[in-house]
């Protein structure tokens, strides 16, 4: 009789074992904190959970382990452990949620590490649209006397596709169109000249604000595309060279995976034009901007 109760007993521990290995489920996560710190699922404690435990919740190749913090009878509210991470699932996504201690340890290794926040980081892209207001800090025009005084000024506007393929390094392409005047004072005459171009730029990312994922960076660019300028009725075109940008930025995240960009920025401008007589103009201009922009 002893040695059944001992087999019995035996056979509860293997079974229990297993039962708790087998306990991945696939959830949906009802919804994620702006932050992406906390999210929340349809499991309370009548699912076995309790405040204070700890889990992994994994989507594709990324995965992290949270902490639940808030228990009713059907759902709770978990926290990110790595104060330092964050989730890279959104609202109404399913994720596996392993339950026991020992899948935890059998799942961690196969995740992919990346950076110091213990997360594989999943390659992001966004668009941006950007508005610039741009002053010459000085020009030379080829076909202008080098006495002649003058101002540059006018408005540059940018739509660009970007890849995030690193938790600092961000990629962009794009179009880019501008608009500027240049004044001259003697003899008072207004020069108009627009460009269009391709633009790239590279931009690291500074840490982003644990609270509300806002950050600094700072950019570097070029571009090429077309030019033309209106001389008294007169029209030169040709190609425009754009390098270097560089730019200092403060992109303010406002929700819903959207930011606002603040920027300050240089550029160097090299336009070679001719008009139809042949006759050849060459521009080289050194523009302060600043920026408003959207990124979403």
Do not use: C, H
């Not at 040695?3 to 959830?27: H, M, W």
């Not at 382990?65 to 452990?81: F, P, Q, Y």
């Not at 500074?206 to 001389?231: C, H, K, M, P, W």
């Amino acid at each position: 009789m002893r040695e059944r109760i001992i087999y019995f007993l035996i056979f509860l521990i293997f079974a229990s074992t297993n039962v708790a290995k087998a306990y991945d489920q696939l959830v949906v996560v009802q919804t994620v904190s702006t932050s992406k710190k906390t999210f929340v699922i349809r499991k309370g404690f009548v699912d076995g959970i309790a405040i204070g435990q700890e889990s992994l919740f994994t989507i594709r190749n990324a995965g992290v382990v949270a902490t639940a913090t808030e228990v009713n009878r059907t759902m709770s509210i978990w926290e990110v452990n790595d104060k330092r991470g964050g989730v890279a699932f959104e609202k109404g996504e399913f994720v596996t949620f392993t339950n026991s201690i020992e899948n935890l340890i059998l799942e961690l290794p196969k995740l992919e590490k990346i950076s110091e926040k213990g997360l594989r980081f999943k390659t992001k892209n966004y668009w941006i649209a950007r508005g610039n207001l741009s002053y010459a800090l000085s020009d030379s025009v080829s076909s202008l006397e080098a006495e002649a005084q003058s101002t540059r000024s006018g408005y540059q506007v940018e739509g660009l596709f970007v890849v995030n393929f690193d938790p600092r390094w961000e990629l962009g392409v794009g179009i880019r169109y501008d608009s500027e005047v240049q004044k001259i004072s003697e003899p008072v005459l207004d020069v108009p000249t627009t460009r269009l171009a391709a633009i790239g730029e590279l931009n690291y990312l500074f840490n982003q604000d644990e609270t509300d994922r806002s950050y600094f960076y700072v950019g570097a660019g070029l571009g090429y595309g077309i030019s033309s300028t209106t001389v008294d009725e007169s029209v030169s075109t040709g190609s425009v060279f754009i390098l270097p940008v560089l730019k200092l930025g403060f992109s303010k995240f406002i929700g819903n995976s959207k930011w606002v960009l603040l920027e300050a920025a240089m550029e160097s401008i090299g336009a070679q034009e001719s008009f139809a007589d042949g006759v050849e103009q060459n521009t080289t201009i050194v523009n302060s901007k600043m920026s408003i922009g959207f990124k979403f």
